[in-house]
């Protein structure tokens, strides 16, 4: 596959078969990862894997509680508190993999370095025929100082990118794109 191909062609993939991506696969990703540009060369990223069923469903259901807990009428997100309500919804889509994009502290640019890191990942993954999915839900519960002393992360980490990982079941349907909005051209 060429690059355009995967930048074109990968998508959000929210459904996936019980197929378990193993240790080999992820360690392709995160040799992807390592390999985005960071800013003067600072290389700030740490990175995680669940791969616990029983914990992911026990995050989800925690991520869930601590949204609908910070979730005011004004709020971007209260036109997703039905559905962050309803307990058959996994914020994780079942997937049996999750990998958690940290930014270490002290670079000029940690969090946009991670991010860079971040889409180097899903798209090798792409490339390896694998889906991904970054949950946005889970951000705030996952870089909760009690669930970062639970899972053995440092304090001062922060949660970038937390993405899901796995063989994507059926065929994932396009999406159109608007087209660039270009502000200014000169010269």
């Known amino acids: 596959m060429n690059l355009m191909d995967a ?24 040799a992807a ?14 990175f995680a894997v669940i791969q616990d069923a029983a914990l992911l469903k026990e995050y989800s259901d925690r991520a869930k509680s601590h949204l609908l807990a910070g979730i005011g009428p004004d709020s971007p997100l ?10 058959g919804f996994n914020i994780f889509y079942n997937a049996g993999t999750l990998v958690i994009v940290y930014a ?34 889970a951000r705030p519960f996952l870089d909760l100082p009690e669930t970062k002393s639970a899972l053995g992360v440092p304090a001062e980490y922060a949660v970038v990118a937390p993405i ?16 660039p909005q270009i502000l200014f051209w000169k010269g």
């Not at 959000?12 to 378990?20: A, N």
């Not at 370095?113 to 990942?121: E, R, S, T, Y």
Request: hydrophobic content about 35%.
């Open 7 to 30: 930048i074109e062609n990968r998508r959000s993939v929210r459904t996936y078969t019980d197929k378990k991506v193993d240790r080999a696969a992820l360690e392709k990703l995160f």
């Open 33 to 46: 990862a390592v390999m985005a540009p960071s800013a003067s060369n600072s290389q700030p990223w740490a």
């Open 78 to 87: 209260a036109k997703y508190r039905a559905m962050l309500a309803n307990p």
């Open 104 to 137: 270490k502290p002290g670079g000029p640019e940690s969090r946009g370095d991670c991010c860079l890191a971040a889409q180097n990942l899903m798209l090798a993954a792409h490339g390896h025929g694998l889906g991904t999915c970054w949950i946005g839900f």
């Open 164 to 179: 899901i990982v796995g063989y994507p079941q059926g065929r994932i349907p396009q999406l159109t794109r608007d087209e």
